[in-house]
């Protein structure tokens, strides 16, 4: 049985985020071969690539290996240094990622590479990237949105002080709870600047989509990079589309369902500055949900579904629903027909 030609010639996309979102994707989107680049944050403290982040000293690095093992083609998933990286292992009943490996693996290139060159060599990151990429096979770049350090700082609603670190912040407030997030820069007086292979990324692309997340640290850390912004205007100046995918399918016990409209405004507002407003290209939001009784771990036992009420916003000149989402074992995923739909607006409207 032959398997169905997706590969539309010439299209680049550029998927931009900060955690796990960004390689579902890139998984999803590359048989599609229009994957240019992705650009993710390098500024969660959670989990094991957060552990490596305070014992070494190097940015956070879990996501981005994640992306790269999304984007190695099934041709060449045979490999040992591909099975080894991607092995998923069970506990529970349940499938979890070779995370510690493959973050270990990234830690000790990048320490090579400072032991060389010396701590001040902020490239390092990039080239063990490259370097992973080229032994898998992986032609679309996978990048940091800033080579410098950095930690999210949110302002909440109900408390005077501030709260430092994206895992406290995704993980144990509801999004609508915090004002703002700013990036606090280590050391003070730098302020995070965007990657400049990120830059030209951006600006050579024919889409900017933004990937599903939590919706401050994945959604809004990068936009909050000094140079974000001005490089999406210059992008958009010159016919580059921007689409947000709203995760109106993923329940949380801490966070709540994303209102698609509060999403656009609050990201439209994030992009816009006091002489330019930005109007997106387009939004992709599932057209259903879970109920709030599937919030919990078993997602295949308790799948019934509510509507999903999308209202068009002013905020997006088009606003695209439909079933993207498919259940599995390990809660919703986004499917091969949000694939579909996302590269078709693309083919479209480029």
């Not at 049985?1 to 796990?20: A, C, N, P």
């Not at 995704?170 to 820069?185: A, G, S, T, V």
Request: hydrophobic fraction near 40%; charged fraction near 25%; glycine fraction near 8%.
């Amino acid at each position: 049985m032959k398997t169905k030609d997706t590969r539309r010639s010439g299209l680049k996309v550029v998927i931009v985020g900060g955690g796990s979102g960004t390689a579902v994707l890139a998984d999803l989107l590359r048989p599609h071969g229009s994957i240019m680049a992705t650009i993710q944050s390098t500024f969660d403290d959670g989990g094991h690539s957060g552990m490596l982040r305070k014992q070494y000293g190097i940015p956070a690095i879990g996501d981005l290996g994640k992306a790269i093992l999304a984007l190695v083609d099934e041709k060449l998933r045979d490999g040992e240094l591909y099975k080894w990286l991607s092995y998923r292992h069970e506990r529970d009943g349940r499938h979890f990622d070779n995370t510690v490996g493959r973050n270990e693996f990234l830690a000790m290139s990048i320490l090579r590479r400072w032991a060389e060159r010396g701590r001040r060599y902020p490239e390092a990151l990039i080239e063990a990237l490259d370097a992973l990429r080229k032994e898998l096979g992986v032609e679309p770049e996978v990048l940091p949105v800033s080579l410098d350090e950095a930690h999210i700082k949110a302002f909440p609603k109900c408390r005077p002080s501030t709260i430092k670190g994206q895992d406290t912040i995704d993980n144990k407030f509801r999004h609508e709870d915090i004002l703002d997030i700013e990036l606090d820069p280590v050391p003070p007086a730098q302020r995070p600047r965007l990657c400049e292979r990120a830059r030209e990324a951006i600006l050579g692309c024919d889409a900017l989509v933004f990937a599903p997340g939590t919706f401050w640290g994945s959604k809004m850390a990068p936009l909050r990079v000094e140079g974000f912004k001005e490089a999406v205007h210059k992008a958009r100046k010159s016919g580059v589309l921007t689409a947000l995918v709203i995760n109106a399918s993923r329940p949380s016990v801490w966070t709540g369902l994303e209102d698609p409209n509060a999403c656009l405004e609050r990201y439209s507002a994030s992009l816009s500055t006091s002489s330019r407003n930005v109007v997106l290209d387009a939004a992709f939001c599932n057209s259903s949900m879970p109920s709030t009784a599937a919030a919990g771990l078993k997602w295949l036992e308790q799948k019934n579904e509510v509507p999903m009420r999308c209202v068009p916003s002013q905020f997006v000149r088009e606003f695209i629903t439909g079933p993207f989402v498919d259940w599995t074992e390990n809660g919703p995923k986004h499917n091969e027909l949000f694939a579909e739909e996302l590269m078709g607006w693309v083919d479209r409207s480029r």
